[in-house]
């Protein structure tokens, strides 16, 4: 058996029918739709406004897609990795919520944690897996509710994030110069004063105080993160270009993490890119944290050929972030 490695087969994904735009916002907190188009490039969100759901029914409904578009059968799936950062419960894991509600027999599943960056890092484990030779198939969900999560009475964060999913099948294969070819992951520690949820956890466990006073939300000091992920962002993908001989010329795609079109934009340039080489859905989805690559990569998966250069990069919470080199294979 000659070297393995590991390829997306598939991509599937679902949003939420309510849309929540920026003049709605703007009835909410002291803001316009300019203003926010101005500084993030966000003019609507998706919204999982009914009771009772959370993370866990959107990424069923974007695994359940990916399953009938790759006619893939439940019992071939080896494991099920998902990305969230909006988890249904404590415990158990949202994946073990998601591998029973889609009958999956066959399959471990676990979540993983690593903010924004969390698909990039579960798709380079699921790689890891299947070139090992433990696993031959793995899906890999990008899912959040960060409306969950979201302070709608802060006008810093409240025009940032929205809800969605998206999975990828990785399968195994023999074909060379195909797949996951190269990746560089650093988390640097040094971004929890910046970007975090205050109560909630064992150092700060809920109480009527924490309730009150609204420390379950998203808190993030902008000027900072938006700092931060340029430049790490910008270097990760340089230092995966450099390596694997990627320029302009060959590079298809770029597919950032979507958190601020001005964050997206100073990649491009920094990579000498066009935008027009650059997946860009923050418009219309705004930030979905583990969601965004993955949505990106199914909303353009039809403008994909076999053979194209893909760079992925990231940038969440921790700080963690990276950059991954994918060779489409379909």
Same mark, same amino acid.
């Given at each position: 058996?000659?070297?393995?490695?590991?390829?997306?087969?598939?991509?599937?994904?679902?949003?939420?029918?309510? @849309?929540?735009?920026? %003049?709605?916002?703007? =009835?909410?907190?002291?803001? /316009? %739709?300019?203003?926010?188009?101005?500084?993030?490039?966000?003019?609507?969100?998706?919204?999982?406004?009914?009771?009772?759901?959370?993370?866990? *029914?959107?990424? &069923?409904? +974007?695994?359940?897609?990916?399953?009938?578009? /790759?006619?893939?059968?439940?019992?071939?799936?080896?494991?099920?990795?998902?990305?969230?950062?909006?988890?249904?419960?404590? *415990?158990?894991?949202?994946?073990?919520?998601?591998?029973?509600?889609?009958?999956?027999?066959?399959?471990?599943?676990?979540?993983?944690?690593?903010?924004?960056?969390?698909?990039?890092?579960?798709? %380079?484990?699921?790689?890891?897996?299947?070139?090992?030779? &433990?696993?031959?198939? @793995?899906?890999?969900?990008?899912? %959040?509710?960060?409306?969950?999560?979201?302070?709608?009475?802060?006008?810093?964060?409240?025009?940032?994030?929205?809800?969605? +999913?998206?999975?990828?099948?990785?399968?195994?294969?023999?074909?060379?110069?195909?797949? @996951?070819?190269?990746?560089?992951? =650093?988390?640097?520690?040094?971004?929890?004063?910046?970007?975090?949820?205050?109560?909630?956890?064992?150092?700060?466990?809920?109480?009527?105080?924490?309730?009150?006073? &609204?420390?379950?939300?998203?808190?993030?000091?902008?000027?900072?993160?938006?700092?931060?992920?340029?430049?790490?962002?910008?270097?990760?993908?340089?230092?995966?270009?450099?390596?694997?001989?990627?320029?302009?010329?060959?590079? =298809?795609?770029?597919?950032?993490?979507?958190?601020?079109?001005?964050?997206?934009?100073?990649? +491009?340039? =920094?990579?000498?890119?066009?935008?027009?080489?650059?997946?860009?859905?923050?418009?219309?989805?705004?930030?979905?944290?583990?969601?965004?690559?993955?949505?990106?990569?199914?909303?353009?998966?039809?403008?994909?050929?076999?053979?194209?250069?893909?760079?992925?990069?990231?940038?969440?919470?921790?700080?963690?972030?990276?950059?991954?080199?994918?060779?489409?294979?379909?």
């Amino acid at each position: 058996m000659g070297k393995i490695n590991a390829i997306i087969t598939g991509v599937g994904g679902y949003v939420p029918e309510y @849309v929540l735009t920026n %003049d709605e916002i703007a =009835r909410m907190v002291d803001t /316009t %739709d300019e203003w926010i188009m101005t500084r993030v490039g966000i003019k609507e969100r998706r919204i999982l406004n009914e009771e009772g759901l959370g993370t866990s *029914y959107m990424a &069923r409904k +974007a695994a359940k897609n990916l399953m009938q578009k /790759t006619g893939t059968d439940p019992d071939s799936i080896d494991a099920l990795i998902l990305s969230t950062s909006s988890a249904d419960y404590k *415990y158990p894991s949202t994946a073990s919520i998601v591998l029973g509600k889609l009958g999956l027999k066959n399959a471990f599943a676990y979540d993983l944690w690593a903010a924004c960056s969390g698909f990039m890092y579960a798709l %380079d484990q699921a790689a890891m897996m299947i070139q090992s030779g &433990r696993v031959k198939k @793995v899906m890999v969900i990008g899912a %959040d509710k960060m409306s969950s999560v979201t302070d709608y009475k802060d006008r810093q964060t409240c025009a940032l994030f929205g809800d969605g +999913a998206a999975a990828v099948m990785v399968e195994a294969t023999e074909e060379e110069n195909i797949g @996951v070819i190269d990746s560089f992951f =650093r988390t640097d520690g040094k971004g929890l004063p910046f970007l975090h949820m205050k109560a909630g956890g064992s150092v700060c466990p809920p109480n009527h105080f924490t309730v009150d006073h &609204r420390l379950h939300y998203t808190y993030q000091e902008g000027r900072t993160v938006f700092r931060y992920a340029v430049t790490y962002m910008s270097e990760d993908c340089e230092l995966i270009a450099h390596r694997n001989g990627l320029n302009n010329g060959n590079i =298809r795609f770029v597919v950032p993490h979507q958190a601020n079109i001005r964050i997206i934009e100073a990649i +491009a340039k =920094r990579l000498d890119v066009p935008m027009d080489k650059v997946m860009v859905n923050i418009e219309h989805f705004g930030n979905t944290s583990s969601a965004t690559i993955p949505l990106a990569l199914w909303e353009n998966e039809h403008l994909l050929k076999k053979g194209d250069n893909l760079i992925l990069t990231a940038f969440g919470a921790g700080f963690t972030h990276g950059a991954l080199y994918l060779k489409w294979a379909y």
